[in-house]
């Protein structure tokens, strides 16, 4: 069972330049997230997207940029990198549903991508 | 989703249980309670959810107050594996997404 499989798990950056963070769920999930995690804080939502073909911001979406042309893939974009993007960043799922009888609706996570930039 | 307030950090001796609590006074009818849990360098950890009856499940029990302004999770015996850091979230059920706050830090100790 693969769940949420990040690539790459760490990656050394130079400021300016660009990257994709990849990220793939076989769990047939509409609905998937990009978090991050700086040093000691809690994550914090960049992106999220319910389904093939629509995404939307969420708390700090600057400087990123996400596609959906799929159900299973979820890349985040990282255009001109800066120091400031130095964090862990996480990939999530999770079913799509409304009221009680998607009451546990869980979100599952990847394991993480660490990310520097210099 | 209602501002969820849990203490920094807390001890537990090993085989002792674990009870982490959270305040969430504004919580209102509809939304659940979840627990999620990181150890270090993982990604977040699905534990437990609940509306307003307690729930057990094999990780760990919650139970939540009768006005459902504050809910406790119960580690009933700790392990070292269990020191992570653990958020508790409340939000409506199908909602897009999770907000984190800092959490709890729980280090069990031999």
């Known amino acids: 069972n693969a769940g949420v499989t990040q690539t790459p798990k760490f990656r050394i950056l130079k400021i300016g330049q660009s990257m994709t963070l990849q990220c793939a769920q076989d769990m047939n999930h509409n609905y998937m997230y990009w978090y991050r995690q700086d040093p000691g804080m809690g994550l914090k939502l960049i992106y999220y997207?319910?389904?093939?073909?629509?995404?939307d911001k969420g708390e700090v979406p600057n400087g990123y940029n996400v596609s959906r042309s799929t159900t299973e893939d979820f890349p985040l974009r990282l255009e001109l990198a800066a120091p400031s993007q130095t964090s862990v960043y996480f990939c999530?799922?999770?079913?799509?549903?409304?009221?009680?009888?998607?009451?546990?609706?869980?979100?599952?996570f990847g394991e993480g991508s660490w990310l520097t930039v210099v | 989703d209602a501002k969820t307030t849990q203490p920094p950090s807390m001890d537990c001796a090993e085989g002792r249980a674990a009870n982490l609590p959270c305040n969430h006074s504004?919580?209102?009818?509809?939304?659940?309670v979840y627990w999620y849990r990181q150890i270090h360098s993982q990604g977040p950890q699905y534990i437990i959810h609940g509306l307003k009856n307690n729930e057990t499940n094999e990780m760990a029990s919650l139970i939540i107050t009768e006005d459902r302004k504050s809910s406790t999770l119960i580690l009933p015996h700790a392990t070292l594996r269990d020191t992570a850091v653990y958020y508790c979230i409340v939000r409506f059920p199908g909602y897009s997404t999770l907000t984190f706050g800092k959490g709890t830090m729980l280090l069990v100790s031999p």
């Open positions: 997207s319910v389904g093939a073909g629509i995404t």
């Open positions: 504004t919580i209102s009818g509809n939304e659940y």
């Open positions: 999530a799922s999770s079913p799509s549903g409304q009221g009680v009888i998607y009451s546990g609706n869980t979100i599952y």
